[in-house]
């Protein structure tokens, strides 16, 4: 079989979950000999950057405004002709279908959707036009691909496109490396075996989040049980939720640390994770908690935690901004855990190995 070649398309690789998704392909993919990687940036910059596997390409369009790039990867795509384009995130979407079109391009392009368009906050003019410019130019994509059945049913109802005409691929989430890092020790003091029960939140300290939330519920814990709260994440909100931490009588008992390289080593010591958001498209913090085999409690935002916990069994589903609900619940996970190996076995389903064949039978209709 000849070499097929694979782009992925992305703005750049600062921190969040298309980046992590798109990462976790190519570790997933690199090995493959039948395989040619190039990873397409409009500015080779961010996080995951020293992520990316040997073996790929990558390529800078030196484009720091996704906008700016389309020139750049008409050029890339005329000149290297991929079997298959691979673009992540609704803006950047747009412009790699754009510039496959100027390139005259016989690219199999896929583009994937990560959040539920319906709630997304809309407060940037970007935001705000992008839907418009994705219900035209989403129709000549060979593939569209919504992370949960959520977010697909959600965007074929936004852009009045045909049922079914979005398909859903979850995220490849779990992974070796993940497995092992969640062994690697965390030097935290409150993770010391017979310390008090600790919840964890990973997250962007944005509204999204809602850690205003999760705070308030942690309190109602505090009044009837000891317990500590860590959330790894930064952000805007940051001096806002000490405020409240310290107004509601907590903040001795909540730290934010901030960005963690390695989360999954405090997913694998703590009590409990706790997923507090107003929405998501598939929370990857919630897989990554589960395949460390820690209980889990999420709010049922739209879109992804009904469907990882199935409908609740393999964790607690509280409505959203509902602090009591999540209190009770928090408390409930104390008691009443879930079993690790449970945990881990139904994360599988997010595996690298169960789900870059179906990527690939996407882009190349290429079966094992």
């Not at 992305?10 to 980046?19: K, M, Q, R, S």
């Not at 609740?312 to 959203?320: R, S």
């Amino acid at each position: 079989m000849s070499q097929q070649r694979i782009a992925f398309f992305l703005p750049n690789l600062y921190g969040g979950g298309a980046e992590r998704v798109s990462v976790n392909l190519l570790k997933g993919m690199v090995d493959n000999k039948n395989l040619v990687l190039d990873l397409v940036l409009g500015i080779a910059e961010g996080s995951f950057l020293e992520q990316v596997p040997e073996g790929v390409n990558i390529i800078n369009l030196q484009s720091p405004r996704v906008a700016t790039a389309i020139l750049p990867l008409v050029k890339y795509l005329k000149n290297t002709q991929p079997d298959a384009l691979l673009s992540h995130l609704g803006h950047a979407n747009v412009i790699a279908l754009l510039a496959n079109k100027l390139a005259g391009s016989k690219t199999r392009l896929a583009v994937v959707e990560h959040n539920t368009l319906s709630v997304a906050d809309a407060t940037s003019l970007r935001a705000k036009v992008t839907p418009w410019f994705m219900e035209r130019f989403y129709p000549s994509a060979d593939a569209i691909i919504g992370v949960s059945e959520g977010v697909s049913a959600d965007l074929e109802n936004q852009l009045n496109f045909a049922p079914g005409s979005v398909k859903t691929i979850y995220n490849p989430v779990i992974n070796e490396e993940l497995l092992a890092k969640a062994n690697t020790p965390v030097s935290h003091p409150w993770l010391k075996f017979g310390e008090l029960p600790v919840f964890l939140a990973v997250g962007r300290l944005t509204a999204q989040k809602d850690f205003v939330n999760l705070i308030r519920a942690f309190a109602l814990v505090r009044q009837q049980k000891a317990a500590r709260l860590i959330i790894l994440g930064e952000g805007e909100l940051r001096s806002e939720l000490e405020e409240l931490a310290n107004t509601l009588g907590v903040k001795d008992d909540i730290d934010l640390p901030g960005f963690a390289d390695n989360p999954y080593g405090y997913m694998n010591r703590v009590t409990a994770f706790v997923l507090s958001s107003r929405y998501e498209g598939l929370p990857t913090a919630l897989i990554e908690a589960m395949a460390c085999g820690c209980s889990v409690v999420s709010t049922n935002c739209p879109s992804g935690p009904e469907e990882i916990l199935a409908g609740g069994k393999y964790g607690y589903l509280v409505p959203i901004q509902d602090s009591k609900s999540l209190s009770e619940a928090m408390l409930n996970v104390l008691d009443k855990p879930t079993s690790r190996d449970t945990l881990q076995q139904r994360a599988k389903i997010f595996s690298t190995e169960q789900i870059v064949p179906q990527y690939l039978e996407t882009l190349l209709d290429y079966k094992k």
